[in-house]
């Protein structure tokens, strides 16, 4: 039973003193020490299970909130690379000049070149964020999702 973790275990890495103070942020806490923890005592999860409210509430602001930083996230990334494409095509002009050299025009690929490379980057970069974003989404999603199963499947043996 050693590795079974207690009701206070979970409180005290929360900061909490009760499931009442079960915040946005604790519920995102509280799904890492589920991942991390070898075994839920069956009380804790029940104490969880009584304050299903809070647990709601705190997975309907987190949702907000990370749709909220997906969109800005978006605009700021979308401007970004508005303005290296716009970089890229006044290169591109500099290149319908006749009067550069061989190696200017070689410096304005390797700058386009590298303009690219950046936006691909940027691409990359903001499809690993909302990968990440909806990986914890999804954790918390299941977690609610067992928690309201449970009240339920609580309220249905209790009916019989």
Known sequence: MDNVI???TIKTKLGINNWRELSKDKVIE???IFENSPALDKDVYLKILGNVPEVMSAFKEITTIFKD??????KASQQTKNYYINLSNRLLD???KNDLTPDEKDRVFCLISDINSY???LDFEEKQLYRDIW???GKIGVLVLAIVGGVLGVKLKNKK
Do not use: A, P
Request: aromatic content about 0%; overall charge negative.
């Open 69 to 74: 930083s997906i969109s800005e996230s978006s």
């Open 94 to 96: 500099l290149l319908d």
């Open 30 to 32: 509280l799904v890492n």
């Open 119 to 121: 936006i691909k980057n």
């Open 135 to 137: 990986d914890k989404i």
């Open 6 to 8: 207690t009701e206070e």
